[in-house]
């Protein structure tokens, strides 16, 4: 049997295939057998690719404050219910964990599909009902409500996996940028918004085009973009490069620890690529089944690994 396989992956396509076409711009720009596309690529779009692969670990760590505490928190899904709607069996999704994070710390979660890092996002952004506590900037998060909670959470947005369904496609970029500034009541966003698309590199003339108009990695800035005009403190990106090539991921990569060195962000970053995780973080923590196996310093997480399970995760990596 023969496989045609299409991926920007190019680690999966490396222990794959045999043969590669390399596209671009509709064109075939460069074939060849695996090896010798990936030791000597001769064009210059096929180089920046190859390139790409590599990454340098994000060591940076002039921390400040600590910003979030979380203690103890659990995730929990109702399976079965009676007939009156009582709960009769649940899931524990994620069991009850505690870290914090600190003002310019970039804190990666990783694990497999299930581990439980999408309901820890999805809690510690009080998306889902969760048991524990967070202190945010000294606030206990989970105690906020109505207006005092609507207010507060422009300290900590979100950057989502797939930047074409995370935009409305019927608003312009500009009604986008917008949106947030509006809903917090945010006087002068005139000016908020061209600071923001400056921030990720974009200019004005992006501000009356629609999102079907954008490449993946322009949406993506414009969805940084979005979440930079309210000037949170944290970050919280989902998958963030998945859906982009293995060039506009670095690209990204970088505009990310530009952006964080010059606001004071601090990330916390959902991935299964443990190279974003090495470029982008410098701590880790490794969920395994909604537990904690292993957490630490990134580098010497993912050079020293103790636990079995982690070891199998960075083989599998090929970092």
């Given at each position: 049997?023969?496989?045609?396989?299409?991926?920007?992956?190019?680690?999966?396509?490396?222990?794959?295939?045999?043969?590669?076409?390399?596209?671009?711009?509709?064109?075939?720009?460069?074939?060849?057998?695996?090896?010798?596309?990936?030791?000597?690529?001769?064009?210059?779009?096929?180089?920046?690719?190859?390139?790409?692969?590599?990454?340098?670990?994000?060591?940076?760590?002039?921390?400040?404050?600590?910003?979030?505490?979380?203690?103890?928190?659990?995730?929990?899904?109702?399976?079965?219910?009676?007939?009156?709607?009582?709960?009769?069996?649940?899931?524990?999704?994620?069991?009850?964990?505690?870290?914090?994070?600190?003002?310019?710390?970039?804190?990666?979660?990783?694990?497999?599909?299930?581990?439980?890092?999408?309901?820890?996002?999805?809690?510690?952004?009080?998306?889902?009902?969760?048991?524990?506590?967070?202190?945010?900037?000294?606030?206990?998060?989970?105690s906020l409500k109505?207006?005092?909670?609507?207010?507060?959470?422009?300290?900590?947005?979100?950057?989502?996996?797939?930047?074409?369904?995370?935009?409305?496609?019927?608003?312009?970029?500009?009604?986008?940028?917008?949106?947030?500034?509006?809903?917090?009541?945010?006087?002068?966003?005139?000016?908020?918004?061209?600071?923001?698309?400056?921030?990720?590199?974009?200019?004005?003339?992006?501000?009356?085009?629609?999102?079907?108009?954008?490449?993946?990695?322009?949406?993506?800035?414009?969805s940084i973009a979005?979440?930079l005009v309210l000037?949170?403190?944290?970050?919280?990106?989902?998958?963030?490069?998945?859906?982009?090539?293995?060039?506009?991921?670095?690209?990204?990569?970088?505009?990310?620890?530009?952006?964080?060195?010059?606001?004071?962000?601090?990330?916390?970053?959902?991935?299964?690529?443990?190279?974003?995780?090495?470029?982008?973080?410098?701590?880790?923590?490794?969920?395994?089944?909604?537990?904690?196996?292993?957490?630490?310093?990134?580098?010497?997480?993912?050079?020293?690994?103790?636990?079995?399970?982690?070891?199998?995760?960075?083989?599998?990596?090929?970092?």
């Open positions: 049997m023969s496989i045609l396989f299409i991926s920007h992956d190019l680690l999966a396509v490396s222990k794959l295939c045999k043969k590669i076409l390399v596209l671009k711009k509709g064109k075939i720009i460069e074939s060849g057998d695996t090896n010798s596309i990936f030791n000597s690529p001769k064009n210059p779009y096929t180089k920046l690719l190859v390139e790409s692969l590599t990454f340098h670990y994000n060591t940076q760590k002039n921390f400040g404050k600590t910003i979030m505490e979380v203690e103890n928190l659990g995730v929990s899904y109702i399976v079965k219910k009676n007939f009156w709607g009582k709960a009769l069996e649940k899931f524990e999704a994620l069991k009850p964990l505690s870290f914090q994070l600190k003002e310019g710390e970039n804190l990666g979660i990783i694990g497999e599909s299930g581990s439980g890092k999408t309901s820890l996002g999805n809690a510690i952004c009080r998306l889902i009902e969760s048991n524990g506590t967070i202190k945010l900037l000294g606030q206990d998060f989970f109505g207006e005092s909670l609507r207010d507060f959470r422009k300290n900590i947005q979100m950057i989502f996996q797939d930047p074409f369904s995370s935009l409305n496609p019927k608003m312009t970029i500009y009604q986008i940028l917008k949106e947030g500034l509006l809903a917090h009541k945010i006087p002068n966003y005139q000016t908020k918004i061209t600071q923001a698309l400056l921030d990720v590199s974009l200019d004005e003339s992006f501000l009356e085009r629609y999102p079907n108009e954008l490449s993946g990695g322009q949406r993506q800035r414009i979005r979440s000037k949170p403190k944290i970050l919280l990106l989902d998958e963030p490069t998945s859906a982009l090539d293995k060039n506009t991921q670095k690209q990204i990569l970088e505009l990310l620890l530009r952006l964080a060195k010059q606001y004071h962000l601090s990330y916390i970053c959902i991935s299964h690529d443990l190279s974003v995780i090495a470029s982008l973080c410098q701590s880790v923590i490794v969920l395994k089944k909604g537990e904690i196996l292993e957490r630490g310093d990134t580098q010497e997480v993912f050079a020293n690994p103790k636990n079995a399970y982690v070891k199998k995760l960075l083989e599998a990596s090929g970092i």
